[in-house]
């Protein structure tokens, strides 16, 4: 029996044109804005990206560490998922597996993929999930003059000036100008730095610079952020108010001289102001020597006080002098008109 073949054709090919007409199109523009996932390195080596170009990690991913608690969910298979802490030696161990599993420094994803590959020989197409749910391993502690001192446990990267806020912030009574990081390293292993314990790192900051948002350096995790009180200075000798200075900010000389009620213009010698400063880390004293009216007019910077320094205003002994001679004379002027009014 014979049939026309061409209303079948045109069928067919009405059918195939429908379809494509419900693909959506892809323009040269999306694709731009769409590419192809990157290559990553589950090891936390470079990206490669789809057109060749290789980046850094993403750094902000949360390694599982020492002492951390994950819990690994094994679907269907309640009796195989367990909660437990990493071991000293940076393991974990599951039923049916009969060795202890590498956990330390994988993310959550990696440690599920590897449990995951361990249990096919066990089970058919497994699926695991792993949660960090106590982050134990990467601690940032906050010590010192701040109103919340205390350790903070984090799993993203954070700067200084979100982990003072944290802390809530330096005491306004008790702070002073410095801020000290000690780099101690991290426990999580994690860290792409050479730090060892027994190499600790210093680093200085300024707390107006850092509140200011001058300076906001990324912190490490095992960084201890201590908040120094504010250090003192002591003013000596020819002024009318000896005393100890609180250095909450940046004084000079002369504004330190200021707090001090002034010099005693009667008996100092301004000429040579000295200020004892010990070089940090030793006993050794310097003494500097200053002209206050050199700084008054400007022609020599007013210097900056340090803690510990020691300002002395020399007494001018030829004023004294002076001032004792005409006080006798002015004792004794006065004692004369009194016995020969006039």
Same mark, same amino acid.
């Given at each position: 029996?014979?049939?026309?073949?061409?209303?079948?054709?045109?069928?067919?090919?009405?059918?195939?044109?429908?379809?494509?007409?419900?693909?959506?199109?892809?323009?040269?523009?999306?694709?731009?804005?769409?590419?192809?996932?990157?290559?990553?390195?589950?090891?936390?080596?470079?990206?490669?990206?789809?057109?060749?170009?290789?980046?850094?990690?993403?750094?902000?991913?949360?390694?599982?560490?020492?002492?951390?608690?994950?819990?690994?969910?094994?679907?269907?298979?309640?009796?195989?998922?367990?909660?437990?802490?990493?071991?000293?030696?940076?393991?974990?161990?599951?039923?049916?597996?009969?060795?202890?599993?590498?956990?330390?420094?994988?993310?959550?994803?990696?440690?599920?993929?590897?449990?995951?590959?361990?249990?096919?020989?066990?089970?058919?197409?497994?699926?695991?999930?792993?949660?960090?749910?106590?982050?134990?391993?990467?601690?940032?502690?906050?010590? &010192? @003059? +701040?109103?919340? #001192?205390?350790?903070?446990? =984090?799993?993203?990267? $954070?700067? !200084?000036?979100?982990?003072? /806020?944290? %802390?809530?912030?330096?005491?306004?009574?008790?702070?002073?100008?410095?801020?000290?990081?000690?780099?101690?390293?991290?426990?999580?292993?994690?860290?792409?730095?050479?730090?060892?314990?027994?190499?600790?790192?210093?680093?200085?900051?300024?707390?107006?610079?850092?509140?200011?948002?001058?300076?906001?350096?990324?912190?490490?995790?095992?960084?201890?952020?201590?908040?120094?009180?504010?250090?003192?200075?002591?003013?000596? &000798? @020819? +002024?009318?108010? #000896?005393?100890?200075?609180? =250095?909450?900010?940046? $004084?000079? !000389?002369?504004?330190?001289? /200021?707090? %001090?009620?002034?010099?005693?213009?009667?008996?100092?010698?301004?000429?040579?102001?000295?200020?004892?400063?010990?070089?940090?880390?030793?006993?050794?004293?310097?003494?500097?020597?200053?002209?206050?009216?050199?700084?008054?007019?400007?022609?020599?910077?007013?210097?900056?006080?340090?803690?510990?320094?020691?300002?002395?205003?020399?007494?001018?002994?030829?004023?004294?002098?002076?001032?004792?001679?005409?006080?006798?004379?002015?004792?004794?002027?006065?004692?004369?008109?009194?016995?020969?009014?006039?």
């Amino acid at each position: 029996m014979m049939y026309n073949q061409k209303p079948a054709a045109a069928a067919i090919l009405f059918l195939f044109a429908s379809i494509l007409l419900c693909v959506p199109s892809v323009t040269a523009q999306e694709v731009a804005e769409n590419p192809a996932p990157a290559k990553t390195d589950p090891a936390g080596g470079p990206v490669e990206l789809p057109d060749g170009r290789t980046v850094a990690p993403n750094l902000d991913r949360y390694r599982i560490g020492f002492e951390d608690v994950i819990q690994v969910t094994v679907f269907r298979h309640p009796e195989l998922s367990q909660t437990m802490s990493v071991a000293q030696d940076g393991t974990i161990v599951l039923p049916r597996i009969d060795r202890p599993i590498v956990a330390v420094c994988k993310t959550e994803r990696e440690l599920a993929d590897l449990v995951t590959e361990l249990y096919k020989n066990y089970l058919r197409n497994p699926f695991v999930n792993v949660r960090a749910i106590e982050q134990r391993s990467q601690p940032f502690a906050v010590i &010192g @003059a +701040v109103n919340k #001192p205390g350790s903070f446990f =984090l799993d993203r990267r $954070i700067r !200084l000036l979100e982990l003072l /806020a944290m %802390a809530g912030g330096p005491d306004v009574e008790k702070s002073g100008q410095r801020i000290r990081v000690a780099r101690v390293g991290s426990r999580s292993a994690c860290v792409d730095d050479d730090t060892s314990a027994a190499d600790v790192e210093f680093i200085a900051y300024n707390v107006n610079d850092v509140l200011g948002g001058e300076v906001n350096p990324w912190m490490r995790p095992g960084d201890i952020v201590s908040v120094l009180e504010a250090e003192e200075a002591f003013i000596v &000798g @020819a +002024v009318y108010e #000896p005393s100890k200075i609180t =250095l909450k900010e940046p $004084i000079t !000389l002369m504004q330190a001289i /200021a707090k %001090a009620g002034g010099v005693d213009k009667a008996t100092a010698k301004t000429g040579k102001v000295k200020i004892l400063r010990q070089q940090e880390g030793t006993t050794v004293k310097t003494e500097l020597v200053f002209d206050l009216e050199e700084i008054a007019e400007k022609r020599v910077e007013d210097p900056v006080i340090q803690g510990n320094d020691i300002i002395e205003v020399p007494t001018d002994n030829g004023k004294v002098l002076k001032n004792g001679i005409f006080k006798v004379l002015a004792g004794g002027l006065g004692n004369l008109f009194y016995r020969f009014p006039l």
